[in-house]
């Protein structure tokens, strides 16, 4: 059985984060976001080769996971030669192949157990099965309708207060026959989500749904994407590096130096050849990237830092993402969801 990651995408939605550093290698603590879908896979026992559909800087993802070895499963890179949509992808990357696909969108962070999907799949006979998860809020959503059978019936397009019959989303993931592809236009743009999954509600095929309620977030926005480090901090999803991290969760590499009078309080991440100067803190939900530097008298609290980033005497963080590389001058002050991309240099006292 193969995998297909689609991460082809331009992560235009977390720019300018994503301007140097496509989206599948953008970090999730010191850990390139990908690896988390890398170890679900390599959990899953018939899954012998991972596929990264890429379209987006594909040489520095490739640069990162090489032949796979190194993460303990085979990868096989395809690169589109030009977008062709999710749908258009999944066809693209899966020529001359008949065996059931495992297919992934490339922002969604989950811990699903693919095995039961895959037995629902098979004890179904079905040419594809989608996973959906509920929301809280499904008017902001694109639904899926199900009927008593979990049978797909429908796809509503974020549908108005009265059309609302379902509170189940699109969640990513999917197994896939490839005998079916043949309704996807090849070398052409094609929405797996508003085309081929429309195709086969119309030709009454048999198409199911796997309901999981469990985590599930899509990490492709900053909101999201500094949610999930708050979210591992706090146990809702168990996965390195905070694996059997006691409370208060205050996780500091080995390589790290604190020097005597700074202040760390977790759950915090700071990450080998770090520097934090007496005087200065580290607080809650923060997460200070490797070989940064935190001068005397300077706050971090609630931000992430990339690596290779200094901050000054007396500069404060709080709630921001700050990318690689990136000089803060003494008194700088970025606040209130503030994004900075690589190499940004803030002067002395600069308000953000």
């Known amino acids: ?22 989206k599948p290698i953008v970090p999730i603590f010191n850990r390139p976001f990908l690896q988390y879908q890398l170890d679900l896979l390599r959990q899953v026992p018939g899954i012998d080769e991972v596929i990264l559909s890429l379209n987006y800087r594909p040489e520095r993802i490739e640069e990162v996971f090489g032949d796979g070895s190194r993460f303990g499963i085979r990868i096989r890179y395809v690169v589109e030669p030009e977008p062709l949509g999710t749908g258009g992808a999944v066809k693209y990357a899966s020529e001359g192949l008949s065996d059931t696909l495992v297919v992934f969108n490339g922002d969604v962070l989950t811990q699903i157990d693919l095995a039961a999907v895959i037995r629902l799949h098979r004890e179904r006979s079905a040419r594809a099965t989608i996973v959906l998860t509920p929301v809280d809020n499904p008017s902001a959503y694109g639904l899926v309708e199900t009927d008593a059978h979990r049978n797909v019936r429908r796809f509503l397009e974020k549908p108005g207060p009265g059309e609302i019959t379902t509170n189940t989303i699109n969640a990513g993931i999917y197994l896939l026959e490839p005998e079916s592809f043949d309704r996807i236009p090849s070398g052409v743009p094609c929405s797996i989500e508003r085309s081929y999954f429309p195709s086969l509600v119309e ?74 100067e007496a005087g200065a803190r580290v607080g809650p939900y923060s997460v200070v990237g490797r070989h940064s530097q935190v001068e005397e008298g300077a706050l971090i609290e609630g931000a992430i830092l990339w690596p290779d980033c200094r901050v000054s005497r007396e500069a404060t963080v709080r709630d921001a993402i700050v990318g690689r590389g990136c000089h803060l001058g003494p008194g700088v002050s970025v606040n209130g969801g503030a994004v900075l991309g690589d190499e940004t240099n803030l002067t002395d006292f600069t308000r953000t």
């Open 203 to 276: 030709r009454g095929d048999t198409f199911v749904a796997y309901l999981y309620d469990g985590y599930w977030i899509d990490i492709g926005t900053p909101d999201k994407y500094m949610q999930v480090h708050r979210d591992i901090m706090d146990g809702r999803f168990v996965t390195a590096p905070f694996l059997d991290v006691p409370i208060p969760r205050a996780l500091v590499s080995p390589g790290a130096r604190i020097e005597e009078g700074a202040t760390v309080a977790g759950p915090c991440f700071i990450d080998d050849g770090v520097l934090v």
């Open 1 to 22: 059985m193969k995998a297909i990651l689609l991460a082809g995408g331009m992560g235009t939605r977390l720019r300018p984060l994503t301007v140097h550093t496509p």
